[in-house]
């Protein structure tokens, strides 16, 4: 267990030092599922625990002692915290072509994410008595309910989808599959809040439009995963999940490409496991 936590600490240190964005998967347990983070600065987004934090610092106005100074440190230290967390959100994928800073175009969706990090969850915080130190932390849940409510998917992946959803249940013929779990360990994917699985031939086989809108609030469209036989085996795809390897990436590395013979397990299982977002995403 000691070399597993110098393990952890090593990674870390490593990200910190570099002070840029970066993928990584961090072992939390030689069995678990090991937690998928990217980190950029004083910010992390975990996506297997589904949430963004970040941290904030001020120090005491000068001329300040006491209750005061460490009063006004901490209010300085939560604006700076907020600060944070927007400029990472800004550099969050909505999909292959939007980021986060573009979908606030709206002021709609502006005023809804400002006010999600206006009330930021404050965890620990620490006074020096020089300066005070705070962390905060943002449920990925609340940011699906913005996306959810003004996204508006690519009009061809509906098109697939409606032609889809025509075909009457009774024709779902196939195996009864529980889930779906993707090594991309080999490729260099970039994360998002949304995001299309396709076959070889570049037809829709799962994305927001298949699935129940409120399990993709609840769960997102996958869960991430760091441990490829932990995921296999995870409650939330049992008992008989498709599990293949990534051919390769498309639409700026955000959308996977699968075979199409897994395509085509995935739209035939009588189980529609789309719509439950039964989907995990295992990653470096």
């Not at 008989?240 to 639409?251: E, H, W, Y």
């Not at 959308?255 to 299982?269: G, Q, T």
Request: charged share 25%; aromatic share 8%.
């Amino acid at each position: 267990m000691r070399k597993i936590t110098l393990t952890v600490l090593a990674v870390m240190l490593v990200l910190f030092m570099t002070g840029t964005a970066s993928l990584a998967g961090v072992l939390g347990d030689e069995d678990g599922p090991g937690a998928v983070v990217i980190k950029k600065d004083r910010s992390i987004m975990d996506l297997t625990q589904d949430y963004i934090e970040s941290t904030g610092m001020a120090v005491a106005p000068t001329g300040m002692k006491g209750a005061q100074a460490r009063a006004l440190a901490r209010r300085g230290a939560i604006v700076d915290l907020q600060r944070n967390l927007l400029e990472f959100m800004n550099g969050v994928q909505i999909d292959a072509k939007t980021t986060m800073d573009d979908f606030m175009a709206s002021d709609r969706v502006r005023t809804e994410v400002h006010g999600i990090i206006k009330n930021v969850e404050l965890m620990d915080g620490e006074w020096d008595g020089e300066a005070y130190t705070i962390r905060g932390r943002i449920k990925l849940p609340q940011i699906r309910v913005v996306v959810a409510a003004n996204y508006k998917p690519n009009p061809v992946s509906i098109t697939v989808v409606q032609e889809e959803n025509k075909t009457p249940p009774a024709k779902r013929t196939g195996a009864k599959y529980t889930g779906l779990v993707i090594d991309v360990r080999h490729l260099s994917l970039v994360p998002s809040m949304t995001f299309n699985i396709v076959d070889e031939n570049g037809k829709a086989v799962y994305g927001i439009e298949f699935t129940d809108q409120q399990f993709y609030l609840q769960s997102g469209l996958c869960s991430y995963f760091h441990n490829f036989n932990y995921a296999k085996g995870d409650v939330f795809v049992a008992t008989n999940p498709i599990v293949t390897k990534a051919m390769r990436l498309a639409g700026g590395s955000v959308d996977i490409v699968i075979s199409n013979s897994d395509a085509a397990k995935a739209r035939s299982s009588s189980y529609d496991f789309r719509k439950e977002c039964k989907v995990i995403i295992v990653s470096m």
